[in-house]
């Protein structure tokens, strides 16, 4: 069957229209905003100026350090959250309730990020109903505003990639199996030594293509970013939509635009040469 | 050697929800001996294992190993260890690191002494210098070793063993069967060893437990099992046997021996239950036990030859028995020695065996009997 498909002439034919897509949306605006990002504002000519802008002006690098840590560091909190969440769901519950909590986990993600973003705000904000509640719980005597905090930020990028860490790491948990654990148990391991020794390296790809999936999405977050973070986000996406959007100078945001990705980009291989995992297997 | 016990089951049953797999079973295992627990798929035997190693709790009964009640003690905490049905190597370690995987959990051992037990361990089982293999890359019975050196080198007072050989090849699975027997003699550790795998148990074993449903049928010596089965079913579940059904006692000889009546033929057999005349009773007979003669003599049952099944050593010959007034066969195992007689499809031949190659047994109901010989 295989070999008498792969025989088929023609049936790379099939491949275009994924190859348009790819090639138009992707590439194409790539190699334009590469372009763009070495041209002079007016004059169109040959300039590193708009990449010096980043390196000299503090502001900016700031802005992207803060961006890179704050991702990484809710990354390894959604890590926090779900492998436990993941390994329960797994190896814990029945098929009945296993079902039950995947769609209790999966259900919020049919609302869009927008749409969730303008529910917090509605919790959140100081005359919200945490705030509300809180006041009438006789806990604290005024409003307060829990917008526009570094936590609240946190809270809504950790919410918004839950989903896309729990799944991978479910994935490759479902693959362990339990005689695995068992066996380790009888061989006199412990809770912790089973979890560093066992389940943890068994289940590394599946971290690491969660952990990838999450930080290149908060990285890139503007939305859930922008309305709860508010002018304090200081998010580096911000930064290029600002350039873009607000000042019309193209070349500086193409500029920040490649930045981030080939930082992203290297970033995500030194991480996987570190661990010593292979981004083909993981996936 | 003394009589000392290193497991005991008393009375230990478990049940899952209305499902009763374990039913009262009570058995000592001696120090050093190598015990099995011989029984279809869903008799109940993982079920025993899993008890001893401590993955399940009993409903009621307890536990003993050696000489201390371990229900309420976790696995990892019993001076016994597991050999799994599919071995639960750890595949993100290589085969070091899996032996000394049980030594890290213990502790107050360097490095360097890790290591020598594993490497003596692994030495031990025929895989000596392997040990920085990854497990992918071993045979399959090479990873049955690493599982045996994996669980002795951390010298257990028992060692269970759920089916390992199940998942060989037969050449494989006979030379494993040796070498585990060797081992266990050089070791001196009692093994527990689970099977549905009547050859394997009684090539290995110093002592069979028979289950059933749960219950214990028969514990014993390989060759008492084999030639003295206790019930209807260990003695059609051991070995192959020719079963003839709804015979009648027509008297006893003695306590041992009755006289039975099949299709107007008597025969003579052990008394496996306690019957008496006009009981009805099936009778086995071991094929290999049949003494087949050609031609018609006398003290014999004629029978006629219908199908002659060459298997290397021996030839399963099928006799229809020409006196009886209702279809009866027999199956006879002639070996091909120098005076094994020649014979052909549609030779008469004359049938005889001791009596004390056949077993006398009341009639189970037969949805009971799982695997018929």
Known sequence: ?283 | MSQEIDVSLVHVTKKFGDLTAVNDVSFDIPKGSFFSVLGPSGSGKTTILRMIAGFETPTSGDIYIGGERVNDVPPNKRRCNMVFQRLALFPMMNVLDNVTFGLRRRGGLSKEEMNRMAEDALARVGLKGLGQRKINQLSGGQQQRVALARSLVLDPTVLLLDEPLGSLDLKLRQAMKLELKHLQARMGTTFVYITHDQTIALAMSDTIAVINHGKIEQIAAPEELYRRPATHFVASFVGENNKLRSGRVTRLVDDHICETDFGGIPMLGRAGDPVRPGDEVDLFIRPEMITLRPGKHEGGILGKISEINFDGSHSLIVVDLLESNRPLSLNVKLQHTEEAPEVEVGDIVTLSWRWDAANAFYPVDQSHIEKEA
């Open chain 1, 1 to 283: 069957m295989a070999t008498s498909l792969k025989r088929a002439k023609g049936l790379w034919l099939l491949l275009i229209p994924m190859l348009l897509w790819i090639g138009l949306l992707f590439v194409l605006p790539h190699v334009k905003l590469f372009m763009l990002s070495f041209m002079d504002r007016r004059t169109g000519a040959f300039t590193l100026a708009n990449y010096a802008a980043f390196f000299n002006k503090s502001l900016y690098t700031k802005v992207f350090i803060r961006t890179v840590v704050f991702s990484i560091f809710t990354t390894l909190l959604t890590l926090a959250i779900s492998f436990p969440a993941a390994f329960i769901i797994t190896k814990v519950l029945g098929q009945k309730m296993k079902g039950v909590v995947l769609m209790a986990i999966i259900l919020p993600y049919w609302i869009s990020e927008l749409i969730q973003a303008f529910t917090w705000m509605v919790l959140f904000r100081e005359t919200g109903v945490i705030s509300y509640l809180l006041q009438r719980l006789g806990i604290i005597d005024h409003g307060i505003e829990f917008l526009y905090h570094n936590y609240t930020i946190a809270i809504g990028l950790v919410y918004t990639s839950l989903l896309f860490m729990i799944i991978p790491i479910m994935n490759s948990l479902d693959t362990l199996d339990d005689s695995l654990i068992e066996a380790a148990y009888d061989l006199g391991g412990d809770f912790w030594s089973t979890m560093r020794e066992i389940i943890i390296p068994h289940a590394g790809p599946g971290i690491m293509v969660g952990s990838i999936m999450v930080f290149m999405l908060n990285l890139g977050n503007y939305v859930t970013v922008t309305l709860l973070g508010g002018k304090n986000s200081l998010w580096f996406t911000e930064a290029i939509y600002n350039q873009f959007i607000v000042r019309f100078n193209q070349n500086q945001g193409a500029a920040f635009g490649v930045i981030l990705l080939t930082f992203s980009v290297i970033f995500v291989w030194i991480v996987l040469k570190i661990t010593k995992q292979d981004l083909t297997e993981a996936m």
